[in-house]
């Protein structure tokens, strides 16, 4: 049986290495000679991380939502994939527990910007740093090392409660009618720090 308050998800990326391309891992401009190759932005950690959290889901990968054929993810920023496997995620209940992730290249150096990194990945799924592990390797003897590889886990747990029951249907209603209902809402409802009305108790009719 599936188990429905707690999903974990893996995602894997490469890149090549290119000369005249600017740096970006876990949307974090990182100052390099060369950057990463590819159809967006090359950020070859937001796209493990997008395939990890649609895989939690078991709502395909980032290639199901983003075809790299596609001429409008040219050049994008990756931050666009992470923000609809969220939406993907949120759909059906779940918010991001915490983040592993291991990246593997032989240079630039990662530990220096990693703090930088755990903070936009955390603002991104909306956890705190101290949940986003970010680990740095370089690829001995593994010949790759013109590219960058990613590996991150993701683990979901179920919101249950009422209000975020409610938070994920309405995320799934389109704004315009979202707009509309928070306007009759507003509209009906009484001035925010109106006097109570005086309650009669029984006790002072006697
Ligand atoms: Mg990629």
């Known amino acids: 049986m599936v188990n429905k308050f707690m999903r974990i998800g893996y995602g894997w990326d490469s890149h090549e290495f290119k000369r005249g391309v600017a740096l970006k891992i876990g949307g974090v ?21 997008t395939d990890a959290l649609l895989g939690a889901v078991a709502a395909g990968d980032i290639g199901t939502f983003f075809p790299p054929n596609d001429a409008r993810w ?16 949120r759909q059906q209940g779940y918010a991001v527990s915490n983040v592993d992730s291991t990246l593997i290249m032989a ?19 909306g956890v705190q740093v101290d949940a986003v592990g970010v680990k740095a390797k370089t690829p001995e003897g593994m010949g790759t090392d013109n590219a960058a590889i990613a590996h991150v886990v993701v683990l979901l747990t179920k919101k249950t409660g009422r209000a975020s029951k409610l938070k994920a249907a309405v995320e799934q209603v389109p704004q315009t009618v979202v707009d509309t209902v928070v ?13 109570e009305k005086k309650r009669i108790s029984s006790r002072t009719k006697k």
């Open 29 to 49: 401009a990182i100052p390099h000679s060369s950057g990463l190759a590819g159809h967006s932005d090359g950020d070859v950690l937001l796209h493990a991380l």
């Open 107 to 125: 240079k630039p150096k990662i530990i220096p910007h990693a703090a930088s990194i755990r903070a936009r990945v955390a603002e991104l799924v």
């Open 74 to 89: 040219k050049g994008a920023d990756s931050v666009m994939f992470v923000q609809e496997a969220m939406r993907q995620i």
């Open 183 to 195: 306007d009759q809402v507003l509209e009906g409802a009484e001035p925010v720090g109106a006097p």
